[in-house]
């Protein structure tokens, strides 16, 4: 016999989480995979539009077209006791956000990467602010709603997007730096490569998505097309900030940005820090480093790298700086997810509320032990960490956050005295 979901609207975005019934019912029948037929998918953004106007209307967009918008969310988040109103439900914490200091001209656009959210920047964004800048977020078109909405955007959008969003942040503030995470890693650096403000002093990529791993990649320009080749994934999508579906159009459009990311030619000038694992099962650290060592021919500014790395690397020039980090404590190694939450993170933290245990979802019992046990396993979701721990879930917080941010915070300073 089979234990029923607890019914949608009785719960919380936390509640969803550990109801595991849930998981399997809802991969079956798609229950937020698809996104509401209301309003348009794509916002058309003026390129003289004010950043709190954009703000307004992506959140408007999140509203209508996200099935889970306003389920009801209540997670203590660095970022959600800095919001003017309360964090309520699931659209207060996916929608894009800003913090700003009076009359402050320095400031940070973080942006986020495939299927995921600003909700990734939660902690991140808190600390900068902390430490005296403005923070921004953006929302990639497709994003914070659900992942069909993935099928109705194109790769200008995203394009258009990003631009806008280093283009009015360049307009509002005497300096700022950019830091992109995975797929927005490779937006930022080719919009950057082509063109690069004067007023923008540094570039942070995080997990840079500079080539995937995925054996579907190299084939999805040609699948695209088949009517009936449309999903590489159908998961749960309880996740409350992050799609766990995965359209195959969207395989189409990060192909195109990690090509155009290993094509761009990066300003010698422009100080550049990377941070990266170097067993990263989603994205080929190994096209990374070739990238950097590019890069770092006739370099004029900083280049850094911060790796997560079990084994030395390969040697790089000595113009890269190095920082390998090679021990975590109570993770196996790091994941492509993992790197900008604390293990203290509320929800993706050592004891937060999801655990990713997305290897075990056709294994209903494997599953709910990975879900359940006190004493799992944590590291990147590779098969030989498969293989030698069970259950493992895949790593989503960072022991080494505090140095990481230590590092990046000297960085920025350096960069914008």
């Not at 439900?89 to 402050?104: E, G, W």
């Amino acid at each position: 016999m089979q234990l029923a979901p607890t019914p949608t609207q009785a719960q919380t975005c936390l509640e969803q989480v550990s109801d595991l019934p849930r998981y399997q019912i809802n991969a079956q029948q798609g229950t937020y995979r698809y996104a509401n037929d209301a309003g348009p998918a794509v916002l058309d953004i003026p390129e003289a539009q004010p950043y709190t106007a954009y703000l307004r209307a992506t959140r408007a967009l999140i509203l209508a077209r996200n099935p889970k918008a306003t389920l009801r969310c209540e997670l203590a988040t660095k970022v959600s006791a800095q919001l003017s109103e309360p964090a309520t439900q699931i659209a207060d914490y996916v929608a894009p956000f800003q913090l700003t200091h009076p009359n402050n001209q320095k400031a940070v656009l973080l942006i986020h990467g495939l299927t995921d959210s600003p909700f990734i920047f939660h902690t991140l964004a808190a600390d900068l602010y902390a430490r005296g800048y403005d923070v921004r977020t953006m929302l990639l078109p497709g994003h914070g709603t659900a992942a069909s909405d993935l099928k109705e955007v194109d790769y200008r959008d995203w394009q258009q997007h990003v631009r806008y969003a280093i283009s009015r942040t360049a307009s509002d503030y005497s300096q700022f730096a950019v830091l992109g995470y995975s797929t927005g890693a490779a937006l930022a650096t080719t919009e950057i490569a082509e063109r690069r403000p004067d007023n923008l002093a540094a570039l942070v990529l995080v997990a840079p998505a500079t080539q995937s791993h995925s054996e579907v990649a190299w084939l999805a320009k040609w699948l695209d097309w088949l009517p009936w080749v449309d999903w590489v994934d159908k998961e749960a999508d309880l996740d409350l900030a992050k799609y766990e579906s995965f359209p195959l159009h969207a395989v189409t459009l990060v192909e195109e940005a990690m090509a155009d990311m290993r094509a761009a030619k990066l300003p010698a000038s422009l100080p550049t820090l990377a941070i990266a694992s170097d067993v990263d099962t989603t994205i080929d650290t190994q096209v990374t480093y070739e990238l950097l060592t590019r890069w770092a021919q006739d370099r004029t500014a900083p280049l850094a790298l911060r790796v997560y790395a079990p084994k030395p690397i390969a040697t790089l020039p000595d113009s890269i700086s190095v920082t390998a980090v090679s021990a975590l404590d109570d993770v196996i190694d790091m994941s492509h997810i993992g790197m900008l939450n604390p293990s203290d993170h509320p929800y993706y933290g050592k004891a937060g509320s999801f655990r990713n245990c997305d290897s075990y979802l056709e294994d209903i019992a494997a599953f709910t032990h990975c879900k359940t046990t006190e004493k799992p396993y944590f590291g990147e979701r590779s098969a030989a960490n498969l293989t030698q721990y069970t259950p493992l879930v895949r790593v989503s917080f960072n022991p080494d956050y505090d140095p990481m941010v230590l590092q990046l915070i000297q960085f920025l300073g350096e960069a914008m005295p």
